[in-house]
């Protein structure tokens, strides 16, 4: 049975009205979640307290305060100005006593100072 051509078009606009009805509700929401989690996202960034300055420091190893899962710890290093502060070492295996690192000392936008130990000096 063949459809005339005013019929085959009612039918096609029925087929998509349809299909519209199914499918807009469900890509209304995701665009609002999408856009949700971009604002979630936008004002997280514009709270975080961005370093400003870095400034590299050799140091020696004095204790190791409290270590972490899978050799996370936190360190207190004397650093070559004598200044003694704690720092975080995020290699697998926790320096030890007595080693001599490579310490970042971070100066961040709120005035905060923080210290990682980013490398074994030689």
Known sequence: MKLSDDKARRLTRLVWRDRARTWLPIAAVALVLIAGVFFLTETQIDHA???????????????????????????????????????????????????????NEELHNSGRLTYDIVRFAE
């Not at 590299?56 to 200044?83: N, P, Q, S, Y």
């Open 49 to 103: 307290d961005r370093t400003v300055d870095v400034k590299v420091h050799g140091a020696t190893v004095v204790d190791i305060k409290r270590t972490a899962a899978r050799g996370a710890a936190v360190v207190h290093v004397r650093l070559e100005d004598g200044r003694d502060v704690d720092a975080v070492s995020l290699f697998r295996v926790a320096p030890t006593a007595g080693s001599h690192v490579i310490v």
